[in-house]
């Protein structure tokens, strides 16, 4: 039992651990990236010129500038994990951020000026040069889209400031070096601003106007802000569903504390006759509550320590998939997090035993005299909350319907909590009804230990209606998950073959963790027009903008060619009406993420600005798309290009031609022309691996849910067996009259394990449809709400299905214990009680 | 199993029963000698712990001696099974608690039709046995109310009525008015030996209580575990 709320409780603790890991491992990288920068300029969807900074160095207002230049680069071999590079001016980035040479590297100065002075030189984060054992002297061969180039490094960074960024694992080096290995000439990604001291508020107004168009001015903590916004709803949906094996853990200690009073009530009746007051009683459980949520606790420390360990990379890895980048190198055990799980534990084990310790409170000191405890009078009781209950049930769908602030699904939730409360709130009347209308028809089945179980469902009060509850909520989120995961996983295996349809996929390298920011070069694009091979040519761009507080992608198509091959999954609009206006480059299709998080609808005007051309065009459609990072915007591909003379491609997609013989072999050979001419600057990628790599990467972040999801279920099934115990401990003296009056030890075993088949089914009955109801929930509302998407609703049956006989099963298996208390004392012995 | 020659409706030889807790032994009952022939109505007396309900628990079935023999209707207690039990438990004897041991969930015809059900009797055929017991007990307008609606004295006529739906030999009544008034206690020592003389059911009765007295075919005393009279 203990062993259950200290898997709760350290289920809670490493979620959180975990999270709160990748959230800070990012927050400092971003801190050290920005160090004392006040305002950075960017250009949305394109570049700076380097030439700004002689301008922005000459307004009062701007105490330094710093231009930056930040690509994602590998070392060492193409297979190799890729590592962040910065380039800047040493001297002019003096003062915004800290680094130094670690102790055995050159000195300061020396190192900074050999890296200005010397040409394709850098300098090595610790944790890199260690993994790759490169030392100050070493030359490393870095690969970019561009070019692979070999480096010689010219000192370790100490482990702070930047020498810290993704925990250590970065490479330093001077801005011309990096404009010539990456080709980006006379150009920066952002030029890092501190302003004046005493610039006005005004300043930032003053700064803008003066800036060219399509420049900028933001602050450096928008980034940060934006990718924990994005981090934010998956740390509270994660935070949630880990908080569930708590509570489940809580109708635990409930049981626990119940078994002991059913247990201990002429104790009870004894101690308050002679003299105990309903309080002490009351704190005598309530202390027994807090006893077990401390041991608990301590206990889960141990256990969370195990469970963390695989947590932490599982979350970090989901987070740096889905959203941003992430490197977590440390664990930081805050003493506040130690308080508040300490403190939850200690709250839900309190707020569980509170009603036991009430009820044994209500003991009444006659019962010292009484023969037969009275019987709990449940029948006007379970009415009145079956009626709360169908209220609760019927504000679920109006409360879910309303709008949420975005990323934060409060409505969903609410919706949810009263979707349980309504259930849990049935389920006394429930299983009085069941009782009583099943009772008769069982005795066919089962014969007599079977009416009798029946019957005593029927009056079986509010602690088995508690424990059923407890089963309802764990079934009901088995099977909404089950049917949310199918559901999703099915919509992303359509889309995934429709939407990202494709035999070969190219992009410069590392082109997605580098944010598309390089187009394929200019030659290799050359190389792929010239290709001989059956293939159809879809190129495309793809820019990263940002719509108000949401990032997201800007992607040219060619929609006729596309559709040829492939489609989109239409939410919203037709693809017949919608393709004329497309084409001419008068609207845009958004994907169902970017118009729940912006609100745009269909008809509504959607503006941007890339570079110095700003665009406002009509929205014509809305598409299921699942990649992250706030959604798609669509255009036609052909306008794009008129509107920027930009003949670069982001990256091509190749179809084979349908009159292909032998597919197969072509797609070979297709890709092994492109290995030869891509002279390690590309990524290619078949369109098989990729949809099978999507759907690799959906099933590892689903891992962390389903373990969380099957200790829910466990630790359901333990308030089962304890029940199950509660209600035998209750009953021995019935059970023993019973065999007093001919029943076998047999029929008294089937009894309760009948007993425990109702109380079983009541629960996964009234739990799936629970859970079907949720699953529309967390479908079309909570993620919705939290991440703006929806999936094409789908129930596997099969996965469904086997919650039964699992859950059956284990309550069965939870029924042996109980059995044996009925026999522990002879009969003999019971029946003289008096 | 029982005997072929089952003459004496019970006999006890030398018949204990020690009970162990932990390196204590507390004797029970010791050395008892019994025999009880068909058709008797013995009233078994004593203080509280003298060793009647171990006694009754014995012949019940409910429990095992731990020396002794001891025979109920033919059949070797010490040496029947746990099915031979039940079944003797079904066929042999019927009990009367003095906490009357109805189950709160079932009617007043329940928890009179229970032993014979659980027994796999003919459920039709059982109602109409319940019927006519519940119509002698003069219980029949009760028969739908469960036991928490009953008063005391129509609690243990419920209890009567259900140790003998299947028509048992022995009758064992432990403190059987114990929670009754004098009223209701008079009326259940009545019935308890209209059984005796009506269906010549052999009775025992372990009491405290003088009401038993005029109806006893013999009085037996008991003190400290052992026959004393």
Redo the contacts between chains.
Sequence with gaps: MVLGIALGAAVFTSVRLSIHASLDAFSRSMDLIAGHTDRSLIKPGGRLPETLVAELLRNPAVAGASPVLMAYVHMGGQRANPFLLIGFDPLLDRSFRNWRPAPGSPNDNKMWAELMREPFTLALGAQLAAKHRVTPGDTVILGHSRQQAPFRCVGILDAEGIGMVEGGRIGVTDIATFQEFTGNFGQVDRIDLRMAVGAGDGSDETLQAELPEGVVLARPEEERESGMQMIRAYQLNLSILSFVSLFVGMFLVYSLIALNAANRRSELAILHANGASARQLFLLFLLEGAMLGVGGWLLSVPVGSVIVRYMIQGVSETISTLFVRVHVDRLTLSGWEIALSFAVTLAISLAAAAQPAHAAMKISPKEVMA??PE?ERTQSAAGRLGAMGLVAVALVFPLAAIPGPPGLPLPGYLATFLLFTGFSLLSPWCLQLMGRRLANPLRRIG??PAF?AG??L??SGMRTAISVGALITASALFCALVVMIHSFRNTVELWAHQTVSGDVFVTPKMAAINQYRDPIPFDLMQAIQQLDAPADLLPYHRIYLRHRDVMFQFETVDLESFRKHGGFLWVKGEPESAAPAFNRGEGVLVSEVFANLTGLEMGNTFRTRIGEQALNLTVLGIVRDYRTRGGVVFYALAPFNAMFGNPEWGGVRLHLDRSVRDPDRALTALVSDLVALSDGRLDITSGRHLRRAILRIFDETFAVTSILLLIALAVAALGIASTLSVLVLEHR??FN?????????G?IRRLVFWEAMLMVTAGEGAGVLCGFVLSYLLIFVINAQSFGWTFQYRVDWGAVGLSVPLIIGAALFSALPATRLIFRI????L??E? | MPTPDSDPAILAQNLSRIYTMGETRVVGIAGIELEVTAGELVVLKGNSGSGK??LL?LI?G??RATAGTLYVAGYDMGSAD??EL?RF??EVV??V?????L????SVEENVC??A????GNGRDIRKRALELLDWLDLEHRRQHV??QLSGGEMQRTAIA??LI?DPAVILA?EPTG?LDSRNGQIVMELLAELNRRWACTVIIATHSILADPFATRTICLKDGSIKS
Excluded: C, H, K
């Excluded at chain 2, 059900?117 to 796999?120: H, K």
């Design positions: 023969e037969n019987i014969g007599e009798l019957r005593y029927s009056t003296r019935q009259t019973m065999i007093a009056v001919g029943a076998s030890r029929q002879p009969p003999a012995v029946l003289r008096r | 309900s171990t628990s019940a409910l429990d746990g099915a039940t438990r079904r019927g009990m608690f003095q906490a009357f041991n189950l709160p969930t079932l229970l032993p059900l659980l027994a796999g036991p928490a259900r140790a299947n432990d929670n």
